[in-house]
């Protein structure tokens, strides 16, 4: 649980990455605000385009609307999509599933009986630590440094192919997003209300893993949950200690 919240800080501290441009038009802006409408009237028809903060209508960084668009539309999905994989990692690792095989060459095994996922971690060799991190990192690298970026008109949420890569010296059979292709022949229209689901569900995975972290430190915080998930003494934002 302590990499998916440091996987979403180094996701926010990347998004910093690129050069500042002013290549921005009102008509680019107008067409990028419209799309975001149309998102979030898809998203949520009910509650349709709401932003009481007024975030889409300003500039962060010194860069033009478009890309701040860019950057808060990438940000939401990626943050969704964090907080999927750690709400069903969550879910997992609390029933105890984990791979058969060693987590160490002296035969160690994956550190289930520890007890809740947050404990799961705590017992986690550093090195083991480590090369999840730097995975992660690795990834956040790449989607940042390939391809056209977000903010300088590249689709929000869209992560480049591992065999489309310039920087990386060696063949990836596999891409990260779809990679046995079952997603390359569908429709625009399917791949738009694709992003819609996986937008919504992001957004009630966020929800959901807050709540399981919330409850394990303060009991009773989430009602709903009391009971159900063991209180966890360790420290959720420092995930090197022990």
């Known amino acids: 649980m302590k990499l998916s919240i440091l996987s979403l ?12 441009t002013k290549s921005g038009s009102a008509v680019v802006a107008k067409a990028a605000m419209d799309d975001l409408v149309t998102v979030a009237e898809k998203s949520n028809p009910v509650l349709k385009y709401y932003d009481p903060l007024q975030l889409a209508s300003t500039t962060i960084w010194g860069e033009t609307n478009e890309a701040t668009i860019g950057f808060l539309r990438h940000s939401e999905i990626k943050h ?11 879910i997992v690792q609390s029933n105890g599933v984990h791979f058969p095989w060693p987590i160490s060459f002296d035969g160690s095994p994956f ?17 083991a630590k480590w090369q999840i991190i730097l995975f992660v990192g690795f990834l ?22 591992f065999s489309d890569s310039s920087i990386i010296p060696h063949p990836v059979p596999l891409n990260l997003f779809d990679p046995f292709g079952f997603s ?14 996986e937008l919504n569900n992001g957004r009630l995975a966020q929800i959901g893993i807050i709540a ?31």
């Open 9 to 20: 800080l180094i996701g926010s501290a990347a998004a910093f990455a690129p050069a500042t």
């Open 140 to 161: 956040e690298w790449f989607s940042e440094k390939e391809g056209t970026h977000y903010m300088r008109g590249g689709k929000p949420g869209a992560f480049p192919k």
């Open 184 to 197: 390359k022949n569908k429709s625009e229209e399917a791949k738009s209300q694709g992003l819609i689901k």
């Open 212 to 242: 399981f972290i919330s409850e394990q430190k303060v009991e009773g915080s989430v009602p709903l949950l009391t009971g159900l998930v063991p209180h966890y003494a360790g420290e959720t934002m420092a995930p090197f200690a022990m």
């Open 111 to 127: 550190p289930s009986e520890a007890g809740s996922p947050p404990e799961q971690w705590d017992a986690l060799p550093e090195a």
């Open 80 to 90: 969704g999509r964090v907080a999927m994989a750690a709400f069903v990692g969550y």
